[in-house]
């Protein structure tokens, strides 16, 4: 079946405006989607958050991929998975011309999106999806406009099913808040890295417009400090009571604030129930096993679930160290304006000829890891679209068991599976 995303959108109570699709209640907006008069891929440019909120767009595959993902105009598992399979979608008619050739030069165009990101489960899951359509498409029909239109069906279908199993998730996890309750959370698990109101905080957006009296703690999360840019930025549109902490007050924060639940959103959910998340997570999880009375949960969609891996063998990523140095090249430029410092003085630190791979002596390493693995024994509860599970549940799990649940409540909502797709890969 064909999905109409705009009725949906609407269905939904989102509102267009400004290029950019807005809830009306929580005021958030959807992070991607289609422009069909355009034909182009439409981004929430993250870039320019808080400061602005605008779109970003494109109509080749390789920008959406590098600019889009990689550079994260478009950031967080689920929202990776559809803007990537809209890139599949600018390169099937980027590809459209070249005949025969066309399967082949999509298979290196997936090869090239995957290759933006290597963490985020739905990312690869939503190439592999896309790819296997195109494939298919082409094996029956021979026909490089079905495989157009079976790309765009199968990135269509993941950005409705994201939006509706975003609501399954955030009934799920409204079973787990109260009144009262003080949460810690930590980068931005929440709208803004799915489609809309995924993660740890689109349940607790929606509960908070709905009457739980909740407060939200937000770390800082250096060095891109999505948690003090994007969580609170997010948190604010729905009206959210927010605490922003740095990254080193967690203890105090505890004691502070009597924080009483931590839930965080997930990269990726590996076959051991361990979990793959932003750099500073599995430290929350060990201070919050020191205190009886804080639980511990992950929220997420199923398709960040890896039934192959398990989180000890996840590929953790590093990013450029400039995302370290940067805010001390800007510090270094302010002082040299205001006079505090000669124009003789460093304009960085460390200096780039002091940086090396490998710790010797008189130099210096700077290290990024993106995320780490929180073990599954320090997770209370991992919350997701297809219900709730302990770690040792998540062991249990089989694509057949996830394709059952998913497909029971997208049928509840009268979207059905596309037939040329494969479900779970």
């Not at 939904?12 to 809830?23: G, S, W």
């Not at 290597?118 to 790819?131: G, I, S």
């Not at 605490?243 to 604030?257: E, S």
């Not at 002082?335 to 460093?346: F, T």
């Amino acid at each position: 079946m064909t999905v109409n995303i705009t009725q949906l959108l609407f269905k939904m109570n989102f509102a267009f405006e400004d290029e950019l699709y807005v809830h009306k209640h929580t005021k958030i907006p959807l992070t991607v989607y289609w422009n069909e008069e355009k034909d182009e891929m439409v981004l929430l440019d993250q870039l320019k958050l808080p400061y602005e909120m605008t779109h970003w767009s494109t109509t080749d595959y390789k920008v959406g991929a590098i600019q889009g993902i990689k550079e994260m105009r478009i950031r967080g598992s689920q929202a990776l998975g559809v803007c990537a399979a809209y890139c599949m979608v600018l390169a099937a008619k980027q590809f459209q011309s070249t005949g025969r050739e066309m399967i082949k030069n999509m298979e290196e165009a997936a090869k090239f999106v995957k290759s933006s990101r290597p963490t985020a489960a739905p990312l690869f899951w939503a190439v592999d999806l896309t790819m296997h359509a195109a494939i298919k498409a082409f094996d029956i029909t021979a026909d490089v406009n079905s495989v157009v239109n079976a790309v765009k069906e199968t990135a269509d279908y993941i950005l409705a099913s994201d939006l509706i199993l975003g609501n399954y998730l955030r009934e799920e996890g409204m079973k787990y808040l109260e009144d009262g309750d003080v949460i810690m959370t930590h980068c931005n698990g929440g709208s803004l890295s799915s489609t809309y109101g995924g993660h740890a905080l689109g349940m607790l957006e929606e509960a908070y417009t709905k009457g739980v009296d909740l407060t939200v703690v937000s770390k800082e999360t250096r060095p891109r400090s999505q948690g003090y840019r994007l969580t609170t930025w997010e948190l604010n549109r729905a009206g959210v009571p927010v605490v922003i902490i740095t990254d080193n007050m967690i203890t105090q924060a505890f004691k502070r604030f009597k924080v009483n639940k931590i839930i965080l959103g997930v990269d990726r959910v590996g076959s051991d129930g361990g979990v793959a998340n932003k750099i500073g997570s599995s430290d929350i999880a060990r201070i919050a096993r020191f205190y009886d009375d804080v639980h511990f949960y992950y929220a997420t969609s199923y398709s960040t679930i890896d039934l192959e891996t398990p989180g000890s063998d996840i590929t953790i990523e590093e990013r450029s160290i400039d995302e370290m140095s940067e805010p001390y090249k800007l510090d270094a430029q302010e002082k040299k304006r205001k006079g505090i410092l000669s124009q003789n003085a460093l304009d960085e630190w460390p200096p780039s000829e002091t940086i090396v791979s490998k710790p010797e002596k008189g130099k210096f390493v700077l290290y990024n890891p993106a995320f780490d693995i929180t073990p599954a024994n320090l997770i209370d509860l991992i919350i997701t679209d297809i219900g709730a599970f302990s770690p040792e549940q998540i062991r249990t799990l089989t694509p057949s068991i996830i394709e059952n649940e998913v497909k029971r409540r997208l049928e509840e909502t009268e979207l059905a599976l596309p037939e040329h797709i494969r479900f779970y890969l």
